[in-house]
């Protein structure tokens, strides 16, 4: 994980575009070199499922990570939650910020909507693909039920309680609205459109992201990467946030295998370098006054946590010495 120096810039903006609101979380450590990353949660969840990648890859650029409508505590629309309504706030907040070249991360059904964006804009150079979803012979919501479940079987505790935070923000009622769409959606009809090399990830046991789907991906893409980390499952840009973040970084670069496997050792989040009560518990005060925050729509409140969380994970994973 990063070192204390250079410091860690947190703020919190919100997009509105006619009417409908996008919450920005932005990091930098000051480093202007890079490209800018931006990350898009799947359904339900927020940029909190970030927390460790997000930190990882502002030591190269400037890190935005996207809370959608609907999701976060943001308010819903109103409107159709389509892969394509939520590339068109993407594409507002790439637009806000003058990104030209972004490198986009979708997580799940954020693949989706990056691939909405992908099949827009040409001029993107690089694009990452974790754990797409959903694999046309299982685009139903009982198998994807059965898929989740037996995914998150694998993952911690600490995930399950990200997730399950998540979806009592976003609640039940706008869940179920973005479900059809999501599972209607064809990625891999969607995905040649565009001409980024791809890099799609996905963890060993991840079971609504198959490799099947991946193969059928990497056929239909124009140029694309395929890797797995051993050990993960869905949520592999939370567990194995490491891993995720070297082989982005690797791909920007040009400096990857078309295919491969990286093991769990190298990919997982370790133990904190600096762990104790205090850390444990500023850490947990700072995510429940966000969630707390976000219940009330308190913008403020949210940024306050945020920012507060960001810098007690910056200070207990930075190296000792």
């Known amino acids: 994980m990063p070192d204390e120096s250079p410091p860690l810039d947190v703020q919190v903006d919100t997009y509105e575009r006619d009417g409908v609101r996008t919450r920005v979380t932005r990091m930098s450590t000051g480093v202007k070199s890079g490209p800018t990353f931006v990350l898009i949660a799947g359904i339900g969840v927020a940029a909190t499922y970030f927390e460790f990648l997000a930190p990882l890859l502002a030591e190269r650029g400037d890190v935005l990570a996207l809370d959608l409508p609907g999701f976060g505590g943001v308010p819903a629309s109103g409107r159709q939650p389509t892969a394509a309504f939520f590339a068109d706030q993407v594409e507002g907040v790439l637009d806000h910020y003058d990104l030209d070249d972004p490198v986009l991360l979708g997580h799940s059904m954020g693949t989706q909507v990056v691939t909405e964006v992908l099949a827009r804009r040409a001029g993107l150079s690089h694009v990452v693909l974790v754990s797409p979803v959903v694999d046309e012979g299982e685009a139903n919501a009982l198998i994807q039920a059965v898929r989740f479940v037996q995914s998150t079987a694998r993952e911690s505790i600490h995930i399950a309680l990200l997730a399950f935070s998540a979806y009592l923000l976003c609640g039940v009622l706008y869940f179920l609205e973005a479900l059809p769409h999501m599972l ?105 006054a966000e969630w707390i925050s976000a219940a009330a729509k308190d913008e403020d409140g949210v940024e306050r946590a945020k920012v507060r969380h960001a810098r007690v994970l910056w200070r207990a994973y930075r190296p000792k010495g």
């Open 184 to 288: 209607r959606y064809r990625i891999s009809d969607r995905v040649g459109l565009g001409h980024a090399r791809l890099l799609l990830l996905r963890g060993e046991f991840d079971r609504p992201s198959p490799r099947r789907l991946h193969s059928r991906l990497m056929a239909r893409a124009r140029r694309a990467r395929r890797w797995e980390i051993e050990g993960a499952a869905h949520c592999v840009v939370n567990s194995h946030a490491v891993g995720v973040a070297r082989l982005v970084l690797r791909h920007i670069d040009d400096d990857l295998a078309a295919k491969g496997r990286m093991p769990a050792a190298e990919a997982a989040v370790p133990p904190a370098a600096h762990a104790d009560l205090s850390m444990v518990l500023g850490a947990m005060a700072s995510r429940f």
